[in-house]
Each structure stands twice: as structure tokens, then as C-alpha cells.
């Protein structure tokens, strides 16, 4: 595996679940495999249980571990193509990566969507030049678009915690004061796509996420309707993707934050009171 940036990156899902599981039982079982390696974990935004976790499970495959935290501590970097470096960027990423390499035998990238453009966003600029450059594995640590780290660690807490072979999985889109990406809960639609689950989407009119990872699961806009017989229900924020209109890229559209979250705990109340909601587990995502 040359990158990890998405589901069909494992491979099989179902060894891929396994191998997880196996570690799990034994995490130091394979401690050797990263004798004399090194992991680089390149931050371009702050990180908490990411970076913690990361360096954790590199230093439990024997690997160094070299943490890079570009706007702190090192020089700014230019990411954009064909500009005049004449400001406070003191080298260009290009230049940058294959120094970077040379340190290490694999790489991670942490970098979010900036929602300047949807177009640079969704081609992911910054991770993909790291892929294209560094002759090195690169896998992401959350970018513009996904978080395949936490949402294959989702499908291994549905795993453990699932009651029916077939689960029932609902996305639901929360309320949240700020424009959050949209890399959670595509990733989180990329990874149930692909597992054995019952998978449905539901959010407000003008937050549908991309088809890329939306594929064949079901959308809905009836909230109740959704969580319906739910084992599983993840909620996670997430800002306008612009796909019905991309002039609405990035952009919080319900601004009525008191309204929204009394008719959310109402809402939740009543369906705990209806037995709608009596078996499932709650996922609430940052």
C-alpha cells in the first residue's frame, strides 16, 4: 500500500478488520516490523487525538517517530503554484517535500479544507503533492476531503458493539456555530458504504455531501423517519459542500443555533420516549 487516503486503500475490508482486531488483542505483536523506520507526521493544523494516536501506534511498530508542525517551529511554506515568493513564506512546499523525505520511510499529512475553493479543496492539493513528490508511503491524517483514520476506527467500534449481523447506520447532520469540513462524514459515508451495514444519510436541504462518497446509501431530510430502527447513529456538523449550489461552498446556512438545538434535544427526547432510539448507540463526532 503506496497511499492511504480512503477505504478501497486497505483492500478487503473484512481482513482489514481482522488485522485490527489482532492487534488490538496484541498491540506490540508486530514491533519489529518498524525496526530502523521512520514516521514522519507533517501537521499543518492542530491536532489532538490524532497526532497522540498516530505516534502511539508508530512507536508500537518499533518506529522513530519525527513530528513537523509547519506554522510553528518551522519555516512557512508556500503550498500554491506559480506565485511570486516575495512574501512571508520562506520556501515553497515543492522544495520542501523531498527534504522531508529523505528523513523517513513514511509519512502522514494533516491538512484541512480551507474553503477558499471547493475545486482546490476536493482535489487535494497539499495531500496530493506530498503522494506525487515525496517517493515515499503517505497516508492521511485527515485532509480537505477524508478522514480514513477515524472513520476505519468507526467501523471497528460498530464491529465490536453491533448486536444484528446487519446493522442498522445513520449519518445525521448537528448543528454547530462554525463551518466545519467535511472530511468526517465523508470519510465515515466511504467506509459504510463499502461494510455490511444498512446505511443511511439525513441532513437539511443544501448540506448533500459529494456523490463520490455518498454512492448508493440512502438520503433523507425526515430526521425521525431516519433514525428509525437505528442501531448506530453518528452526528457530526459539517458546513455547506456545494453541491446544489457551489456558490454555497463552505458556508453555515442555519444560523438560528438556540432554535436548532432545543428542537434537536426535543427531537431526542421524544424518540427515547417513543423506544425509537431505546437500543441505539450514539456517536457525537467533533
Not at 134 to 141: A, H, I, N, Q, R
Not at 167 to 179: E, G, M, S
Not at 186 to 212: C, Q, R, W
Amino acid at each position: 500500500m503506496r497511499t492511504y487516503t480512503n477505504v478501497f486503500d486497505l483492500g478487503d475490508l473484512k481482513t482489514a478488520l481482522s488485522e485490527a482486531f489482532e492487534i488490538k488483542k496484541d498491540r506490540y505483536k508486530y514491533e519489529a516490523l518498524g525496526k530502523h523506520r521512520t514516521c514522519l507526521l507533517i501537521f499543518f493544523n492542530n491536532s489532538l487525538r490524532t497526532r497522540l494516536s498516530t505516534q502511539k501506534a508508530a512507536r508500537n511498530l518499533g518506529m522513530d517517530v519525527i513530528v513537523l508542525d509547519v506554522n510553528q517551529g518551522a519555516w512557512k511554506l508556500e503550498t500554491e503554484r506559480g506565485v511570486v515568493m516575495d512574501g512571508d513564506k520562506s520556501e515553497h512546499l515543492l522544495e520542501a517535500i523531498p527534504v522531508m523525505a529523505s528523513y523517513c520511510d513514511i509519512i502522514g499529512v494533516r491538512s484541512f479544507a480551507r474553503f477558499e475553493s471547493r475545486e482546490d479543496d476536493y482535489t487535494e492539493k497539499i495531500l496530493n503533492q506530498f503522494i506525487q513528490y515525496s517517493g515515499k508511503p503517505v497516508f492521511s491524517m485527515e485532509a480537505a476531503t477524508g478522514h480514513p483514520l477515524q472513520a476505519f476506527a468507526d467501523l471497528i467500534t460498530i464491529e465490536e458493539y453491533k448486536r444484528t449481523e446487519r446493522p442498522k447506520v445513520v449519518l445525521t447532520w448537528a448543528p454547530h456555530p462554525r463551518a466545519l469540513p467535511q472530511a468526517v462524514p465523508n470519510s465515515f459515508a466511504d467506509f459504510m458504504n463499502e461494510a455490511d451495514v444498512d446505511f443511511v444519510i439525513t441532513h437539511p436541504h443544501g448540506y448533500e455531501l459529494d456523490p463520490k462518497f455518498v454512492r448508493g446509501a440512502k438520503v433523507g431530510y425526515d430526521q425521525m423517519k431516519a433514525f428509525e430502527g437505528a442501531d448506530f447513529i453518528y452526528a457530526k456538523n459539517w458546513a455547506c459542500p456545494g453541491v446544489t449550489n457551489p456558490a454555497d461552498y463552505g458556508k453555515v446556512l442555519s444560523k438560528d443555533m438556540r432554535q436548532i438545538r432545543a428542537t434537536s434535544r426535543m427531537l431526542i427526547f421524544e424518540m427515547w420516549n417513543l423506544q425509537i432510539l431505546r437500543y441505539s448507540i450514539i456517536f457525537i463526532s467533533r
